[in-house]
């Protein structure tokens, strides 16, 4: 503990060094520009990695840098992150290298943290033609690296928070990367607003007041999976709208 | 409140006249056979439709019936069931006109349980193919319905407590019904190890007392997706095993 | 398996028998007074114990029916039951001998549903006061069933969903109940408003919309437990407004 | 973005300044001596404030610091940190000026995230009289930022994974800090083991294997808070051992 607290000294020191008002500057609160979801790798620091400075860079670290969608530790940080503090870009950032996703493309067990890297067994099932394409074991891994990463990015556009933020009057936006630790530098996949486009109709929603807007034109993309009136009567007749049951919950 | 207490007093009544002893027997402990998982639906209590007394089924219920890998909720019912309780037969049972998956198949939101929702939303796109080619909307209803229940029993038969289980001296049974709120019937949808068996290459492992076990032969179902030896490697120079972390977590 | 279709095909029959209309009936929607919230226990099946019919009640079972903060699976079924649905009563129900809390009350590890059970434990340290002054055992265990369902209760009424719903046109009800399985029979907790009344000044909040209206006096129970003009200063100078954080999250 | 990439490669530039093989060394493996369990803020990046280099520290951080015993994103961390990796020192890191904390003592609804601040006025409610008597609301505030480290802390020693490493060969020290904002200082809360030890009766289990063993005492401490023989009896006559049931989870 001893090591801690003599780092944080000589940070302090430093800072101060550079400006004596370093600290009450900081106090006054944060309006950070990015939300950072990373693994909890002890090689992966976020704001290190980036070099960005104290006040930057929210930030959720866990196993194989996961976006679990009833996950409510992320959740929370995603919704104050975007709605409260609104950040500008979030980053999803995965490693080559990573322990939790190799751990995933292994058959051991590992306890508890099993069930945790199911998630990244989905990804891999998700993508499996893709990967299987892939002989070079190493460069396979590598891969399944940056689709873990693009699946997250993903999962955060699933979310009624990141829908509702992308109606908004600033919309975040999302960027996938990864970081190498073979030589330190972040590589940018390039995940655009495409790599959602093609999964909007299914998990694309719409709030209740931008339905009732004449003005809100809905988008294609947002249409039903199927039809509302279809799926409220396919075992039987309608119920009785007096009953005031959303049609498409009621069956 | 008052009709609660009632009912009570009237259900009492007739267990009483039918063995006045009812109680008495039942309060020695449980030993259910069955573990069911369907749900919250008010119109499908599970001992009532499947006609099972008190002490033959442990239950959890929640919206849509949904199995999800990193819920200590449901994971810790499926544990206690599986390695306590030993339950032989485990059932994920759906039901047609489910308000849930109708939910996930529309494009509205509903708050916080569009987080949920989202899982089923995961198993439209697996079978996106399959429910397109069906024309007609009741039918692809019906059909995601019961392709949200084979996706749940999938996800049972990912977690290491369902496959630690299947090695072990009483391999519980798992089942996938659906229930049909026109007529009542329930319909076994005939999920059989098939149904992992072709995810076990992906999803399939091995506790660690298992492998070191020359007289358990290790599957070839449980190969790892990806090799060990190129996991660990692929980015760099092996680490010195003096270290002691397995190898396919220490990158 | 046989066993389960048997059972239901006996249970259509006998509705059937009742009424040929009844699935017809059921399957145009539901409109459940009750939301249920059980233990998986097998011998405490809801809708049988209280004697209600189906449609009649929307259940979510787990072990030892708790109620967590951040459970995604039981919120889902809440946020739903009572925004969607608009059930009328929402009822915990525990039992005595119940497994769950008997396991919590020992000193032995059963695998990860220990990490569910702590929340039983959390409701012994709560009363330890009260539990240690009954010297029997027996009664001890009792009274530790009764007080996890009152903590579980007051779970419910912690969340936003049941503060909002209790200010609205219709707010639920909320009961806790005791089942006893040496005779069959509910009691009735006597849980009222006092129960939240009391941790109101700790757990109480107003939505945004509803501190804005004038119209709506703001309950005196429901002033912040610390000023937000202090906490929002206390380790520094206020932050510029311009930057439109709010000011108790922005420091 | 192109601030992040930038700031990537300076700070790539500035290690290999420092050391031309920098990367390779680290791409080796992790062995983090350090778990640090901190705050989202933007202006606590853990390793910085800490003076810790890339590779020292296993890295969780979310709203508040809140250790939740149901939240498989947090136990996935922890269980990995301490079996795997074996880490010899865990910090929960807290921070006067917290946006959670002070959110979770205000009376406002922020969304989603208010489920996850109920964590926090649980602290509250478990410590309400020691708070009350600081009448200064901006030293009330810091103290509860420290007691809500100190149960985080607390919440740590109530898992399974934190008890059984704690009598394995190499236990974990867990501490408590709080990071002052206005001076960047790191404060030892100087948790030690008496911060469990009174809790110890209550959330103190065994592993099934230890209690076999007689060479292994059974500390006092982890007495059942109710003796066994007595919780599994209460309701009824001991059931029939023939079914093999654990008696305190049988009833």
Redesign the interface.
């Known amino acids: ?1 001893q ?10 020191a430093s ?2 060094a550079e400006d004596p008002d ?3 500057k ?7 520009r ?1 939300l950072f979801i990373g693994c ?13 400075a ?10 194989a840098n996961v976006v ?10 995603l ?3 975007v ?4 950040v500008k ?1 979030i ?1 999803v950032v995965g490693h ?5 996703v ?2 995933a ?12 890297l ?2 990244v ?1 989905d990804v ?3 993508h ?1 033609t893709e ?1 299987l394409r892939i002989a070079d ?6 891969r ?1 690296v940056e689709l873990n990463v693009i699946e997250q990015v993903r999962n955060l556009a ?4 990141i ?2 933020a992308m109606r908004g009057a600033n919309p975040p ?1 999302l ?1 996938g ?1 990864v970081y ?7 590589k ?1 996949l390039e995940v655009d607003n495409s790599t959602f486009a093609d ?1 909007q109709h ?7 007041e931008e ?1 009732a807007t004449a003005a809100t034109p809905v988008a294609e993309a ?7 009136e ?11 709208p007096v ?4 049609a ?4």
């Open positions: 503990m090591h801690i607290l003599d780092g944080n000294r000589r940070w302090v800072k101060l370093y600290f009450q900081l106090a006054v609160g944060q309006k950070p990015y909890s790798d002890s090689r992966v620091p976020g704001s290190a990695i980036t070099g960005t104290p006040g930057e860079m929210f930030t959720h670290r866990n196993i679990v969608n009833t996950d409510l530790n992320l959740l929370s940080v919704q104050y992150a709605e409260v503090l609104e870009i980053l080559y290298g990573c322990g939790g190799a751990a493309a292994s058959n051991k067990q590992y306890g508890l943290i099993d069930n945790w199911t998630n067994r891999v099932r998700l499996e990967l074991p190493k460069l396979r891994m590598r399944l699933k979310t009624n928070i829908q509702n936006i960027h990367l190498d630790l073979a030589d330190g530098l972040l940018d999964l299914i998990y694309g929603t719409e709030a209740p339905e947002s249409a039903p999976f199927i039809a509302e279809d799926s409220s009567a396919y075992e039987g007749p309608k119920h009785d009953q005031g049951i959303p498409s919950l009621a069956e």
